[in-house]
Structures are given as C-alpha cells and as structure tokens.
C-alpha cells in the first residue's frame, strides 16, 4: 500500500535538485542514445563542423600570434643600406656616419643605430684553406656584394656551413685554388660580428641577453663582445672568458638568445671597436633608423630616402613584411569567417535536430508534463541531450582537427604568400632558397641576418603547426558548447509551449 | 472533495462542433470509489482530462477542496498534476524508452524524492500490481499490453494522490488480474481516504464502486440507489 513504501524518506526539497538533475542528465544521455543509427549520422555531421571550426581556430591564432611578432619586431623599423648592394654584385659608396647624423635629424626618426659587419674566419680553419688554396679568403667582398671584411678569431663557429655555406666559401674563398677542390677541409660557416651603437641586432628588435650584461657605452670603442648562446656553448666560453679577433683580447661581457641557430652564431661589438678591427673608422654597413610610430613610418622613409639621396643609400622597411603581414591578415581574417561559419553550421545542426526531436516527441512530452514535470525539468532534459551531441561530435571533431589544422593552415597560407615568399628570396640576394642558411650574412641588401624574422611559408608552418596547443582547442571546443547551448535553447523553449492534452492524441 | 460546476468542453471539427463534456456538474466527497460508463466516444476520456488539469474546460470550474482550477496559473496545474492527481492513461502513456521501475519513480523525481527512497517505493508499487520481478528493470515497450497498465496504474499511485483519475485501468487484464486491481483502489479508497474515479466499460467493475455515473452525449447521470458490494481485502 502506498504510505507504507517509506513515504517519509524522501520530503520534496530544493537541496534536492542536484539528485533530480542527476536523473535528468541520465535520461538526456538514455534519449541522445535512443536512435543509434540517427545520432551516429548526427555527430558524423557535427564533428565535420566543429573539426573544421577548431582547424580555423587553429590557423587563425597562430596567424594572429605569427602577425603580431612580425609586427613587434620591424613595425616601426627602416633599414638603409648602401646604394647598389643588391644582389651578387655590389658598387657604390659605402654609408658613413655623416650620413647617420643626416638621418636623425629626418623628422620623427627617433633613433639612429650604425652598424659595422665584420666576417670573422676561425684562423686554423683559415690558416688550412690559405695553405691548399692558395689565396686565403680575407679582403673577399660579402657574397652581397658589400664590402666587408674578414678577420680572423679563436672563435669556432657553432654551424656546419651546409651545401649553400660551402658553394659560397667554394666561390668566395678559394677563388684560385684550381685542382685542389678534392682535399677540401670540412668547413663551418664564417661567423658574424656586428658593431653596434646602440643594443639592437641587424634588424633593429632588442637584443635578448640572458646572461651578463650588454656591451656598456656602445658608442666607445671597447673589448666588450656579446655572444651567441651556441657559439658561446661551442667554445666553452663564458661571461668573462676572452677570445681573439686578430690577435686582438675580447671579453665576454654577456651572452643573447636571437632564437634562430644562425642568430646565435654572432658576434656583437661596439659600433667604434669593429670599425677599428675594419679599418674603416669612419664606415657603416647598414644604420637602423627607428621611427617614432607606425603611422609616419610611410613618410619618414620617403622623407630619410630624400635626405640621404638615392646614389647613396637604399632605404627598406622590409616591404616584404608588410606584403606578408597584410596577406597573412587576411589569412587571419578569413580563417576567422570559415570558424565563425563553421561554429554557426554546428549550432544551426543542433537547433534543427532539436527542432525534430522536439516534433517527435510531442506527446512524451504531454506524458512528462501531465504526470508534474516542472517545465524547466523537460527544457534541461532537451539541452543536455543538445550538450551529449556536442560532446561527441567535439571530440571527433578534435579528433578530424588534429589532423587537418596543418593542412588546411597550410593550404591557407601557401595559397596567400606565394607572392611574398618570392619577393624574399629576391630582396635578400642571397642564392639561398633555405630560409636562414644562407642568410648568415648581412652583406646582401635587404637581408634579415641572422634573426631572418620572414623565412617565407615554411618557416611560418612550423610555428603554426606548434600552435595548435590544447589551450586554443578547449577554447574552441568552449564555443561549440556555447553555440550548442544556444541553438538547444529554442527547441528547449518551444517545449514549454506543448500542453499535456498531447497525451490523448493518437502519434 | 471535488466539485464539479457546469462542466463543458466543446471541440470544432470542421463546420460542426461537438460537446463531449456538455454542462456537467457533480460533487465527490473525499474517500469515494466511482465510477462512469459510457458508449465509446461519449466523452468519458474528455471529462477525465478536465478533472486532472490535462485540458482546460470551454466553460464551467472544477474545484478541489475548494480551490477552483480555473483561472489557476499554468505551474500551479502542473504542482496540482504532480501532487494531486494520479492519473492512468486509457493509452498507458508510459516512456517507452525506460524501464518499468523508472517510469513509476518519474512523478517521484518531480516532486523532490530521493532516488533511493523512490526506487524502492516504485518496486513495492509494481510488487502491489504483481507486475513480477524481473519484469522491473525491462524497458516499457518490451512489455506486454496488461504489463504497461500495471505499470501506468503504478506510476499513478506514486505521489499518493488525494485523486485517481483511471482511463479504463483493467481494460487489457485478464479477470482475475482486473479483480486484484480492482480490490487494490477499493482499499485506497477505503484506507487512504484516497477519491477514486474509474472510467470502464466492465460492468463488474462499475457494479462494485460506491457511485456509478453514466455519460451519454456529453450529459452525466448518476444511477440511483446503489450499494457497494463488500470485497476480500487482499493487499
Ligand atoms: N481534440 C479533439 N478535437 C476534436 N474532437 C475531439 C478531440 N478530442 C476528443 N474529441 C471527440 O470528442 C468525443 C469524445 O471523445 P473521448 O475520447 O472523450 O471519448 P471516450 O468516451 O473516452 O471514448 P472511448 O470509450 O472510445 O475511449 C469523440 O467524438 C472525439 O472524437
Ligand atoms: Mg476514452
């Protein structure tokens, strides 16, 4: 009888509700679960959409990140090069530091930095080809066709010179050396060293030191000398070991992380101490004009290209950047609409399963309501049946992103940069198709030595494949579930309109 | 005790409209077993579903205890469904999808009862319709037509409602499961001041309820002098 049956165990309470919505919540997974063939269809059609949302994802975050750092790095930044120092062969006059203080005094130029390159041979390594060649490798113009010269260090470099090294060593060093190409020695790539005036690389970004400290006063001549974590590490040197370039002491004052294996295989001086090591105390390679902000950078290079004169000097903003910046933008903002898009497929799916479900389910519904089910109780049922079916069509879809991000981010981004990758290779007149390998050097034009911030699709692909982290597919997967919630939310309103009378009519 | 003032319900079929429920007007004290008979399509089922708030009625009020349905706010009916009313659908109305056990707990769920004490409430419901154990745990539409009434007229007696509405509760049982069913409402009635209202075609049925109330063409008409037959208390 009832009354018997522990009536008293059970009073209706609001703490309660946690207990009910556990049932409710086992009901939705029972209902998602009701039509295996239809719910299998269901996520098969989601998990494409949300994969293709997480993929755009993906791709639209690690283009903006991609967008950002390239903008941090040379977004206010010029670079004057001497005139004619395109390509192979360079002519010309070189820049002096008269021409530095013409360029700041070039309205909203904020700062000027003269840089002196130096090509430093390790002197075994030189003293070995000089004996077989013949013709040793110092006062060889820069592969850019500047002049620059070469010295010789205790330093070894930290980088094997690579097919493209060797051909460039092959044609700049052993130019007379007929015959003796079969006792080659095994070469490394000649290292860097840059006088600086102020701490910034080549490309004018703020040298990341990680250890010791910077040179001091960059503008005196010092034998402070910052170098590359991995060229330190390959000599065993240290803040406060010393090193020669001819015969000359040098003291590590710190070490700098340029991130890239070929930026850490530099050498920086003060700006006076390497054009004394040159002999050309009064000569720059390059200057590094920083203009005060992005809006007047357009002018400022106009107005710095008038001022120095174009037989002089050849100002770049790093053109190729910009191209590369504004089609990556707009990769970014396309990948943004298909994500957008295809987030809004997703919750349009949920809402018209729903709608279906709702429809079929009419006179369940009555029987729910007829026999006391609150109307919150039924819409809750009906949204987390929608949040099962997100559940599983997000996994999977995780699952089709995980594999299709890169592709589809590359696919992206190959299609958008083909320009751009080829006005790098050109702008850099360097022979070298790998990004980096060749560019060791700052002699070519409007190389990026070193710490090369564009490297062309390829370069770009690596950093975006590594960030399809987990932060940005929960993020994703967080949409989905918002969007789902969203498109239940409908169908789940519309059941609070179904009268319990449903339950006397026939299906 | 329920009140019933000038019941009618008429529904538009077409050009014609037909009054099932036509100016219907009763009282029912607490603790009454009754019963209406009808010809198919007198609108017995129509009357039922005003009485437990499924419907509401053209004109005319229903009141419970004193309270009138009508004018009632849409969450009050649902808590007067859920507290008040247990209802035995003449279709049986049971979620086919769960088992018999969590269809008879579902008006439990609803009104706040934990799951322990429903689960067991619900199995000894089920052990007083003799639906056989094993029977519990299987889903309602692996069920055989007089297991699902069961079932319903289980679920129905869950909240302990001061009101049963049956549709036809014994219309696919065999006698002798019908007359088990029928001795189990006769001793609600009778132990729980529990009101009980029984549409059915069974004579024997009707015979054995305290009121017997005939519908015909939408009107109500009580058979007069009538006793209730005694029965075996069986529960
Ligand atoms: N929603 C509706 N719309 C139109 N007509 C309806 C509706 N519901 C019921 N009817 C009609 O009202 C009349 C009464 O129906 P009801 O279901 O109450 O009959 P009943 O007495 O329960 O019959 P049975 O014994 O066969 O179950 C029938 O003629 C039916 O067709
Ligand atoms: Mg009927």
Known sequence: MPGEGGSDAGLPGRHLNHRRNVSVLARSVG????????????????????????????????????????????????????????????????????????????????????????????????????GTGGQGPGGQGGPGGQAAATLTTSLTAAVDAGTLGNRNQQANGTTGSTGSTTTQPMRSLPITATGIGAEVDTTGKALTITEGAGLGDYTAESTNALLGTTLAEKNNLTVGSTFTINDQTYTVSGLFDAGTTFGNNAVYLTLPAAQALAGLPDELSSMIVTVNSLDNVASAKTALQDALGTDKADVTQGQNLETAVSSLGSVKNISFIAFVAALGTAGLIILLIMVMLVRERRREIGVLKAIGAPNRTIGLQFVLEALVLAALGSTAGAIIAAFASSGIASALISTNSTGTTTATTAGRGMPGGVPGGGAGFPGGGAGFPGGNPFGGASQLLTSVTASASPGVIAAGIAAVFGVAIIGALVPALLTARIRPIEVLRGE | MIEVKNLVRTFNSGDRTIKPVNDV?????????????????????????????????????????????????????????????????????????????????????????????????????????????????????????????????????????????ADEPTGNLDEQTGDHIISLLSALSRDHNTTILVVTHDRALANKTDRRFRLQQGKLTEDQAHHRTPLPVTA
């Open chain 1, 31 to 130: 209902n998602a679960f009701r039509n295996k063939v239809r719910t299998a269809a269901v996520v098969a059609v989601l998990a494409v959409a949300i994969g293709l949302a997480l993929a755009m994802l993906v791709a639209n975050q690690a283009v903006g990140a991609k967008v950002q750092e390239l903008n941090a790095s040379v977004g206010t930044v010029l670079t004057v090069n001497p005139a004619g120092g395109q390509g192979f062969e360079g002519g010309g006059e070189p820049l002096t530091t008269g021409l530095a203080a013409t360029a700041a005094a070039v309205p909203n130029v904020s700062a000027v930095v003269g840089t002196s390159s130096l090509r430093l041979r390790n002197a075994t390594e030189a003293a070995a080809q000089t």
């Open chain 2, 25 to 165: 007007s009763f009282v029912l004290e607490q603790g009454t077993l009754a019963s209406i008979v009808g010809k198919s399509g007198s609108g017995k089922s129509t009357l039922l579903s005003l009485l437990g708030a499924l419907d509401k009625p053209t004109s005319g009020d229903v009141a419970v205890n004193g309270v009138s349905l009508a004018g009632m706010p849409d969450a009050k009916l649902t808590e007067y469904r859920r507290r008040d009313i247990g209802f035995v659908f003449q279709q049986f109305n049971l979620i086919p999808n769960l088992s018999a056990v969590d269809n008879v707990m579902l008006p439990m769920e609803f009104a706040g009862m934990r799951k322990a004490a429903r689960r067991q409430r619900a199995k000894d419901l089920l052990e007083q319709v003799q639906l056989v154990q094993d029977k519990h745990d299987r889903r309602t539409n692996r069920l055989s037509g007089g297991e699902q009434q069961r079932v319903a007229i289980a679920r129905a007696l869950a909240n302990e409602p001061k009101l049963i509405l």
